[in-house]
């Protein structure tokens, strides 16, 4: 087996880093438009856990960026205001929006952390155990949000292949650049 080139773990940082950022600020835009128009303490509350999972997983993120000196997405100020948005918005369509929100955005993450792991080898032991840590957590939230009412039914299968889309966009920018 070949070893896994320090570039390809560059671009697996990079690409991590801004999805975990922008999954906290999903949850930011979720937790503002439940703060502000949308009353569920039981939604809050679930999002605010989630958040916590995702702030977690950013932290790591941010510690090997600045700890192996790669440079972030330059996206990064677009992908935060997006992420807020699509949170605000999609939690303004009611909880079954918000939770498929969740749920899209995670099965595009489930895919791409296996294909991280599947590609990085023992030289990057430490960074494989917490991307498989990571994937897990991100299929439990997926879980947790068909749990709590996540649907493709109807015109919510539109809003799943748009967040797909956007999700998979942002992958394949944010490893490059």
């Not at 948005?85 to 999609?90: A, I, K, V, Y």
């Not at 917490?130 to 879980?143: G, S």
């Amino acid at each position: 087996m070949t070893k896994i080139s320090k570039k390809k773990v560059e671009e697996f940082i990079r690409v991590d880093h801004a999805g975990e950022r922008g999954a906290v600020k999903i949850y930011e835009g979720q937790l503002l438009a439940l703060n502000t128009f949308v009353k569920d303490e039981n939604l809050r509350k679930t999002i605010e856990e989630m958040k916590e999972h995702e702030k977690e997983h950013c932290e790591f993120f941010e510690n090997e960026i600045k700890k192996r000196n790669i440079q972030p997405t330059k996206f990064l100020p677009l992908w935060d205001l997006l992420g807020v948005g699509l949170g605000f918005g999609s939690t303004l369509l009611g909880k079954k929006a918000a939770m498929l929100c969740t749920a899209s955005v995670e099965e595009v993450i489930d895919k791409h952390y296996l294909n991280q792991i599947n590609q990085l080898d023992v030289s990057e032991k430490e960074l494989k155990k917490k991307i498989t840590k990571f994937r897990q957590d991100e299929i439990d939230h997926k879980d947790i949000a068909y749990d709590k009412g996540a649907t493709k039914k109807g015109p919510y299968l539109l809003l799943d292949k748009i967040i797909k889309t956007g999700s998979k966009i942002a992958i394949n920018i944010s490893e490059k650049i």
